[in-house]
């Protein structure tokens, strides 16, 4: 896969740690999806964000990016919580879940990602114009981003997407190329 000579600086560790390891996670899925490249991203929507779906293995690899100083750079946010980060406690929710949430939710706010916490990005400001690169995590905020928006993201996993934020990269293949984005059915609907 190529590199550009900004990306090899990242692969390299000359940004950090934090950038390094990130660059390193999309050049393997780069290589797993054969992608001639990388693309440029002008915004990131980031799952793997309930304490019940990344554990404490997730909460780690996050605050080691904390601790790392892993910054964003390109607008993200986050997909919903495991819990309602305000009234937790009237919905029956433990402390000690809780407690781990909010250090999830917290660590990705330490990275400047915004932390609003829905499936929804497009309302609340993260809106790619036609034909942008993004790098989207939920399912129905993807084909709303590829359809809707006209702009260009695959459904990336929750450290992909992360990554992706970290670096403003994502890996070319798939929605991200013209071959990617052929229409195989057409519905025509007629109205008065």
Request: glycine share 10%.
């Amino acid at each position: 896969m190529h590199l550009t000579r900004e990306e090899e600086k990242m692969y390299a560790g000359e940004y950090g740690p934090a950038v390094a390891k990130s660059m390193e996670i999309l050049v393997a899925l780069g290589d797993i999806y054969q992608a001639n490249g990388m693309v440029e991203v002008v915004s990131a929507q980031i799952s793997g964000v309930s304490y019940k779906t990344i554990g404490d293995a997730g909460l780690e690899y996050l605050e080691d990016l904390v601790g790392e100083g892993a910054q964003v750079r390109v607008p993200s946010t986050l997909n919903p919580a495991g819990v309602d980060l305000d009234q937790w406690h009237e919905l029956g929710f433990s402390e000690e879940f809780t407690k781990k949430q909010l250090l999830i939710v917290d660590s990705y706010r330490k990275m400047g990602i915004s932390t609003t916490c829905t499936c929804t990005p497009y309302l609340v400001g993260n809106v790619p114009i036609l034909g942008s690169h993004v790098a989207w995590s939920e399912s129905s905020a993807v084909c709303y981003a590829n359809s809707v928006l006209g702009a260009r993201t695959n459904r990336e996993g929750g450290p992909g997407a992360l990554s992706a934020a970290i670096c403003g990269r994502t890996p070319n293949y798939g929605y991200h190329l013209d071959e990617g984005r052929i229409p195989n059915l057409l519905v025509e609907v007629e109205t008065p």
